[in-house]
């Protein structure tokens, strides 16, 4: 429901309710307390478009379209608005209205809406989308990632191909991208800590310089009157040329950080200084030299000293955790140190990770008090866990034993609960345990962009879905250039049809992507999704040449280019190409590259081929479920294989099992994926009735089917032929 549409429909002038302050529609009062506010009518409009679209982040573009349509007028006039809203509301913090960087704006409080007849509706459903495409809801890619937030590259591949359907926007218009509009000014209290300068003799030292920087970070994140950008965004600026005002600009902060460490034995000279880069004049510069014992002092000095020069204020309790120090063993912490730099890659191999495992179990056993080296730890037993790279109940033990000690050891640390938070979402599925832990890691840590990112994960797998675009709306906010986090805020937006929105986070994305080629092939997958134009897809593949067949994924993408287009011969070939044994790959299961040439092989009408690659497919698919049952995924998959190979009641129990394993109820993402699989498995088994109804249902919820993809997938031909499948591609755009 719309509550807009609601009280306009009957004719009534709305009064709308958000926390002290109320904005009557029929007088165009904004009142706070009962009194009336003194407000021009531009920002009132501004308010008005904010409230309608209640808690939801409105962009830039819909507002001014919806405030001044038909105009082109820039962004700093809307700036303005905004900020002649919080100078009257006494927003200065964003505790009303908070700027969603470089995407728009949104309410942060509960908004209430009455009509005439007094009846008050929460505005909880999600407004229309202003992008002119179908209603059909493309699925959404759950990659919940591997060390914060690394996420299970993996898993993305199944929401791409197992039912050919990929989340998808279709960029909005290139008016939008041209306009010359100024950014809003930074929060007062903003700042980024850019890479510290190894300036250490020794080679092997880059790991000290970074675990030192990390660990400022961290500090900063602690105060809840600092708005502090996180080490993902920050980190592009390690090598290179400087320009501090354009850094600033990118990253929307008012101050910069800049610093050395030099390491000689166990002598440690750091240098720091803070740049009001709107000035350029130096806030605060110093110098530490000291022992490497001293570490901790330092750490916590250079923190408390940025605050106090940008005027944050410091609680006592604050204060306190920013000087806790973790550990008086200083070969313990350089141990640590050297998995953090492991944890913190945006990929690593399974020996790599359990090497830093390794030198966190001597982290511990030289200090056992040692909480951090604990949830560091439990982090990396998490990522092997989750990532399918070691999914044995050891190793999920481990990831638990480890966040338990961490919070035995420590329970004020924000690190223990966010590991135990990891733990209990992925090993557990206890979503609502995790949230409750998550939670407290954010009160301990309100800077963080960790903590908001889990909990849009755990959010999006409970159907929650409005709560997991505001979580992932607020990570990118503190982590304003992490591709990971952006990729999941992008997926979650268009699993809503909210392409448009989907569409400026996907393009701010490409902008400074390290491999934008990847960035515009899944928006050339997302214009086919959105309007069933495969070209862009075409000219994005093209684009990576000979190259793309030696990547898996690459290999996989033109294997679903192939099918949609009816080239089948040329399908089975790129399946083959990718030599992975889980060509597919995710927490609902894996599945294997010849399942995938055996599809296009049995389309192509090579019934034979076909027969002996299901075989295959069919051996690995058991020996996979033997080790692992919860996998629904490959169970369907082996269902497709056993109702080919003539063992149609198996196939169906196989079917049936694998959707009461992962019920949407348990899991809004992966379920919904599962239930497309299950879909084109009862079309193919002639199981058109119940092919049927979860079509129907999958297109109209999150992360279901597409009709786009319907329209043109080979596994819904047995369908075509009825009537209602007609209906279903009609009435869904298609």
Aim: net charge negative.
């Amino acid at each position: 429901m719309n509550t807009s549409q609601d009280s306009e429909g009957a004719g009534a002038a709305a009064l709308w309710h958000f926390g002290r302050a109320e904005f009557d529609e029929g007088t165009f009062e904004l009142r706070v307390d009962g009194r009336v506010l003194d407000v021009e009518r531009k920002p009132l409009e501004v308010l008005l478009c904010l409230l309608r679209h209640g808690n939801e982040i409105v962009s830039k573009e819909t507002i001014l379209e919806t405030v001044w349509p038909g105009r082109i007028v820039t962004e700093s006039v809307l700036t303005k608005c905004i900020a002649k809203l919080r100078d009257a509301l006494k927003d200065e913090r964003q505790t009303l209205i908070r700027t969603q960087h470089r995407v728009g704006y949104r309410l942060t409080v509960p908004v209430r809406v009455e009509d005439s007849r007094a009846h008050a509706v929460e505005h909880l459903s999600a407004p229309e989308s202003t992008f002119a495409v179908v209603p059909s809801a493309p699925a959404v890619e759950p990659v919940d990632a591997v060390a914060a937030p690394k996420a299970a590259q993996a898993a993305r591949r199944p929401y791409l191909l197992g039912a050919l359907v990929v989340a998808g926007v279709l960029a909005v218009g290139l008016a939008f991208a041209l306009r010359d509009r100024a950014a809003p000014p930074p929060a007062e209290k903003s700042v980024a800590v850019l890479p510290f300068a190894n300036l250490s003799d020794e080679a092997d030292s880059a790991y000290f310089t970074e675990g030192l920087h990390d660990s400022i970070l961290t500090h900063l994140a602690l105060i809840q009157d600092l708005s502090v950008i996180s080490r993902t965004s920050v980190m592009q600026y390690r090598n290179g040329d400087r320009n501090l005002r354009q850094i600033a600009r990118a990253l929307d902060v008012a101050h910069i950080v800049e610093g050395s460490v030099q390491r000689a034995g166990n002598r440690l000279l750091v240098t720091a200084q803070l740049i009001d880069t709107r000035t350029d004049s130096h806030l605060w510069a110093g110098q530490f030299d000291r022992s490497l014992s001293d570490v901790f002092t330092v750490q916590a000095g250079i923190a408390k000293q940025i605050a106090g020069a940008v005027h944050a204020q410091l609680t006592p309790e604050e204060q306190r955790r920013i000087e806790r120090v973790p550990t008086t063993d200083t070969a313990a912490y350089e141990a640590y140190l050297r998995a953090l730099e492991v944890e913190r890659r945006s990929s690593s191999t399974r020996a790599e990770v359990e090497a830093a495992i390794g030198q966190l179990e001597q982290a511990v056993a030289r200090d056992p008090s040692f909480a951090l080296a604990h949830a560091l730890m439990s982090g990396l037993h998490d990522s092997l866990y989750w990532a399918g790279k070691d999914a044995s109940d050891e190793r999920r033990r481990q990831a638990r034993e480890s966040a338990e000690a961490a919070l035995r050891i420590d329970p004020g640390l924000p690190e223990a609960h966010v590991a135990m938070g990891r733990y209990l979402y992925h090993g557990e599925r206890d979503y609502g345990a995790a949230i409750k832990v998550l939670e407290h890691a954010r009160e301990l840590a309100p800077g963080g962009a960790e903590v908001p990112f889990w909990l849009g994960a755990i959010h999006r797998r409970q159907g929650r879905w409005q709560e997991a675009v505001a979580s992932f709306a607020r990570a990118a906010e503190l982590d304003p250039r992490n591709e990971q986090v952006l990729m999941e805020y992008a997926f979650t937006l268009t699993a809503l049809r909210r392409y448009d929105e989907a569409d400026l986070v996907y393009a701010r994305l490409e902008a400074f992507a390290s491999r934008p080629e990847h960035i515009r092939l899944k928006r050339g997958t997302l214009q086919w999704i959105a309007s069933g134009d495969l070209g862009p897809l075409e000219r994005a593949l093209d684009a990576f040449g000979d190259a793309a067949m030696t990547d898996c994924d690459l290999a996989m993408a033109h294997w679903e280019l192939y099918v949609v287009r009816r080239q089948f011969d040329a399908a089975a070939q790129a399946a083959m190409s990718c030599d992975d044994s889980a060509a597919l790959a995710s927490d609902a299961g894996g599945i294997p590259n010849t399942f995938f040439a055996a599809v296009a092989r049995f389309w192509a009408g090579d019934e034979a081929a076909a027969r002996t690659l299901f075989e295959q497919a069919g051996a690995t698919l058991e020996a996979r479920l033997r080790d692992r049952a919860d996998e629904p995924a490959a169970r369907l998959s082996l269902a497709h294989v056993l109702l080919v190979v003539g063992e149609r009641e198996d196939a169906m129990a196989q079917a049936q099992r694998a959707l009461d394993e992962l019920p949407l109820s348990l899991d809004a993402v992966s379920g919904a994926f599962v239930m497309k699989m299950a879909i084109g498995f009862y079309s193919v088994a002639g199981e058109t009735e119940r092919a049927l109804g979860l079509l129907r249902r999958s297109l109209e919820m999150p992360a279901g089917e597409h009709a786009h993809a319907a329209r043109l997938n080979p596994v819904y031909d047995p369908l075509r032929s009825d009537p209602r499948f007609e209906a279903l591609m009609v009435q869904h755009g298609a």
